[in-house]
């Protein structure tokens, strides 16, 4: 055997066994403990649907005439004075653009849109000073 293709075989193999060991001490590790859930875990806390990115929770909440959403950065709210939000619904062949603004706890939107299971949102939401970030649900 060529010693350029031992070493490859060799790499592969500890690459493999580093992997292993990783997935090993990733098991067990606080997923049943709430308090150190991961960012792919997000609980609802208002009842709404939940949406990751970048360690920022989001979360769309609808009710009869209006839409909230919420911003949480590891638990804590962020504060959103500043804050502009473009909301863009899709149910169907319905197609509704709506302007969020900040509001006491979240961004919101009076709205008559029915928001039903199945429906689509995407939302491009700008924190004071900060570019937007592109937040994506689907309404169960």
Request: charged share 20%.
């Amino acid at each position: 055997m060529k010693t350029s293709s031992l070493i490859a075989a060799a790499t592969l193999a500890l690459s493999l066994c580093g992997l292993a060991q990783a997935a090993e001490e990733h098991k067990g590790h606080g997923h049943d403990d709430k308090a150190a859930a991961h960012p792919h875990e997000a609980k609802a806390q208002h009842g709404g649907v939940v949406s990751v990115v970048k360690d920022t929770n989001y979360e769309l909440v609808t009710r009869a005439g209006e839409i909230l959403l919420y911003v949480t950065d590891h638990g804590k709210a962020v504060d959103l004075s500043g804050a502009t939000a473009k909301l863009t619904l899709l149910s169907g062949s319905k197609k509704e653009e709506l302007t969020l603004v900040p509001g006491k706890d979240a961004l919101q939107a009076k709205s008559d849109f029915a928001v039903a299971a199945g429906t689509k949102a995407m939302a491009q939401v700008a924190m004071k000073g900060q570019p937007a970030q592109a937040v994506r649900f689907s309404v169960k």
